[in-house]
């Protein structure tokens, strides 16, 4: 069984930075996507960042672009989401997702596993 264990979250002001951290378990194949999806009150699941475990490949959101950087450690079965110059629509529960389609990152339907969230709060 796939486990994934998000941890980071927490209070940052606007402007600052913030590293989640998604630790991975039960992987029984090679090929599958990872990444994070967000979700804020009233709003719909959003895929944020996601990354290829055949070739690395990566694929951000619009809204996060330049920003964010995904980036996974395989020694350690952890991926990374490093959140730079955080803005208060960046507020949200975080998610850690997997699954077999490449493309799960623009289709949260596709995602067959999710942590349990990891809650992000860009205030002052």
């Known amino acids: 069984q796939v486990q994934l264990v998000e941890s980071g979250g927490g209070l940052v002001q606007p402007g600052g930075s913030l590293r989640l951290s998604c630790a991975t378990s039960g992987f029984t194949s090679d090929w599958y996507a990872i990444g994070w999806f967000r979700q804020a009150p009233g709003q719909e699941r959003e895929g944020v960042s996601c990354i290829s475990s055949t070739d690395g490949s990566t694929y951000y959101a619009d809204s996060v672009k330049g920003r964010f950087t995904i980036s996974r450690d395989n020694g350690k079965n952890t991926v990374y989401l490093q959140m730079n110059s955080v803005k208060p629509e960046d507020t949200a529960v975080y998610y850690c997702?997997?699954?077999?389609?490449?493309?799960?990152?623009?289709?949260?339907?596709?995602?067959?596993?999710w942590g349990q969230g990891t809650q992000v709060t860009v205030s002052s």
């Open positions: 997702a997997t699954g077999e389609n490449p493309f799960m990152c623009v289709d949260p339907n596709e995602v067959d596993y």
